[in-house]
Structures are given as C-alpha cells and as structure tokens.
T-cell receptor, first 121, second 109 residues
Framework: DAGVIQSPRHEVTEMGQEVTLRCKPISGHNSLFWYRQTMMRGLELLIYFNNNVPIDDSGMPEDRFSAKMPNASFSTLKIQPSEPRDSAVYFC???????????????????FGPGTRLTVL | GNSVTQMEGPVTLSEEAFLTINCTYTATGYPSLFWYVQYPGEGLQLLLKATKADDKGSNKGFEATYRKETTSFHLEKGSVQVSDSAVYFCAPPRPKIIFGKGTRLHILP
C-alpha cells in the first residue's frame, strides 16, 4: 500500500487566497483525520470523519476552514481566505476502527501522511 | 474518558545513555495504548503499542510496559542513538487524540 497520500507537499500563497489541501487515505480505512502542527501549539486535531461523515469538527479554528470527504478515498481541507497565522504543517491521517455487537468500540493506530507545509505571506 | 499525561521536553541525552519518557493514563476499562514517533520533516508513525494491562510493546530497541497498578506506560531504551532524535507522543486508542507538543528528544554524539 502507498500509505496516506497528501498533496501538495508545499504550498506558498498570499494572504486572502484560497488554499485547498488534499488527502487520499489508506484503502479500507474508515476514519480520516486532519491535523495542524505548529511549534507554538503542537499537533492539533481539526476534524475527523468516520465512514465519510464528519464526527467532530470542534477543532476547526473558524469559518474560514472547511473540510469535505465526498467518498472513502478522498478528502479536502480548504482555507478561504487564508491568513499568515494559518502557516503550519497540515497532516492527514487514517485508521480503521469498528464497533462491536455490544457497542464497544475498537480504535487502531493512525497512519499519517507526509504533511503539507503551508506558508501564507 | 481515556486520556494520557506525558512529560514535557525537551530531553537532551548523550549517545548510549538510558532513556525514560514518562506517560501516565486515566482510563475507563483497560484499553490499548500507543507510542508514536515523529522524525524531522515527517508525519507521526506508530513506534509501539500494548493492547492490554501487563502487556509490553517493543520496537527498534524501545520498550513500554502497560502497568495497571501505576497507570503508566513509560517509554524506555537502554542505549539511545543520534538517530533516535525525534518527538515522541503517548496516546490512548481513541479517535480524538490530544497529541499536543509531545516530548522532543535530542541525542548528542
């Protein structure tokens, strides 16, 4: 398997421009996560999907950020308009989890992509 | 819910020194626990895991034992190398993981 694929690897844009980050999760995984990493705040969860449905988007900083997962093999994170404080490394991760018959849930490790380094000037 | 508390870094050691990075957890039931590692310029990757109490996970010379009596999952390595310089994250097995800054490890030659 190729692992989690992210594109682009590097993005430099000017303040006010729209930025779209893309992610292809590992085939067969049913959960997808978007993270942002900065020196000041560390690694923060922005949003995660389960079976293509957004489950928790409480980490999305503000309305300028939006994420979609139109199918099991593709997700986007969009920033519109971008600001210099959005400069960070954005990671996508995927994993596989299941719910048992008694309602218990099993979560397995997350597999991370190489990240997109975003610079907003 | 399940959560972990991890020692803050940075940790600086000389090559061949013994390493311990502390991690304690609170959990309902006894879920599995993970250690992730992030090498410079890369995403996180799983280093090791333990799936139940008293289990020991090991990989690349690193070990961690899931100790129920002390609610700990400390990461240890007997002799670190320069190539072990990275950021280490302890994490519970839940979808919403608070990774934070992890513990940055510097190994001096």
């Amino acid at each position: 398997d190729a692992g989690v694929i992210q594109s682009p690897r590097h993005e430099v844009t000017e303040m006010g421009q729209e930025v779209t980050l893309r992610c292809k999760p590992i085939s067969g995984h049913n959960s997808l996560f978007w993270y942002r990493q900065t020196m000041m705040r560390g690694l923060e969860l922005l949003i995660y999907f389960n079976n293509n449905v957004p489950i928790d988007d409480s980490g999305m900083p503000e309305d300028r950020f939006s994420a979609k997962m139109p199918n099991a093999s593709f997700s986007t994170l969009k920033i519109q308009p971008s600001e210099p404080r959005d400069s960070a490394v954005y990671f996508c991760a995927s994993s596989w989890g299941r719910a048992g018959l008694a309602g218990e849930k099993t979560y397995n490790e997350q597999f991370f992509g190489p990240g997109t380094r975003l610079t907003v000037l | 819910g399940n959560s972990v508390t991890q020692m803050e870094g940075p940790v600086t050691l000389s090559e061949e020194a013994f390493l311990t990075i502390n991690c304690t957890y609170t959990a309902t039931g006894y879920p599995s626990l993970f250690w992730y590692v992030q090498y410079p310029g890369e995403g996180l990757q799983l280093l090791l895991k333990a799936t139940k109490a008293d289990d020991k996970g090991s990989n690349k010379g690193f070990e961690a034992t899931y100790r129920k009596e002390t609610t700990s999952f400390h990461l240890e390595k007997g002799s670190v190398q320069v190539s072990d310089s990275a950021v280490y994250f302890c994490a519970p097995p839940r979808p919403k993981i608070i990774f934070g800054k992890g513990t940055r490890l510097h190994i001096l030659p």
